[in-house]
């Protein structure tokens, strides 16, 4: 097939879906590994990425400035299942101002064989599912590792090569005192990563976690905020910047594929639940391999929702995804690409804000206060 004309840079994101087993807090896409469905999901993604560039050749005609391989567990993959898909991208895409190239990975599963195969690939950042450095969370959780397996695939990235490497942390977990959080948030620190994404759990209902909830001691919203604010300030104090509500890196390491996600710039997702944003059409593809299987072989691209945005939707849409940054957003920016004033558009919602002290206005920007970083979800709300 011939590669597409360039017109502008996107981001690609490719959902490797498979698991060793599903952590008990998981609502993702994600299923028990199993070689032969490793291998037919593979060959549907390439089903999948030649559907989109024959339905859509004007829309793809992009270079790929950021690639992205989330899951599921992506260091679980077939290392020749993963290079003739990685060749198979590069026949289709430009990869000449590719920048950022993640794949995400858990501990277990971050070999030295693998990764350098990785690494000649263009893989130049990985993001490693840590989510605690205690092992009694770890075990509760569900999750294959242990801490110290942590600290040594961290180390053995180092010596492969790896540079750019962000740590998953999780807060507000399960039977967890602040003693426990605290730890966790300086063992993470100590490795000296260049990236930090600091979530909190999310009891989602369906998990087993949720199921079970009664049976687990979770943190009040005291103590929610406590680990919160305690996280951003020892990242802070050691180097880190808080650039976006749960994102934290090193000057120059800020995540380029997600950062995508919230300037609104254009993305690309194939495979299992990924999104896409493009000529402002948000779409989700289906959950469940059936599904997505199904709808390939009827020739169907493997979409569950699709929205097109305008008016003031699109512009909604907008300020949700740019008020997670901490930088705020810049009236300046709404206008060049609105062509209207923010201040207009959203006089109601914005003077609440302002008169509750969630956001405040600093020159040309608006930006999250200390209260609205405390309640941001108040703030996204008003623009859903």
Known sequence: MKKPTNFESIGLYIHYPFCVRKCIYCDFASF???????????????????????KFPDIVKFSLETLYIGGGTPSLVSVDEFVDFIHFLKDRFDFSKLKEFTIEGNPESISKDK????????????SIGAQSFNDVTLKLLGRVHEAKTIEEKFHLLRVLGFSNINIDLMFALPNEDFEMQTYSIKKAIALNPEHISFYSLMLERGTPLYRARHYYNFVDDSVWLKEYFLGKKIFTQNGFVHYEISNFAKPGFFSLHNLKYWESFPYIGFGVSAGSFLNNRRSVNVMNLKSYFAKLDKGELPISFTKRLNGKALKSDYL????????????TD????????????????????????????????????????RFVNVVLKEFI
């Open 32 to 54: 028990t590994l199993d070689r032969v469905a490793e291998s037919k999901y593979f060959s549907y993604l390439k089903k999948e990425v030649d559907l989109f560039l024959d």
């Open 115 to 126: 990764f350098l195969v990785f690494k000649e690939l263009g893989v130049n950042r990985v």
């Open 320 to 331: 949700f995804m740019k008020f997670r940054l901490l930088e705020g957003v810049s009236l």
């Open 334 to 373: 709404y206008y060049k690409k609105f062509g209207s004033f923010l201040e207009s558009d959203f006089a109601v919602e914005l003077e609440k804000l302002k008169k509750s002290k969630l956001i405040k206005q600093t020159k040309n920007k608006l930006t999250l206060t200390a209260l609205g970083l």
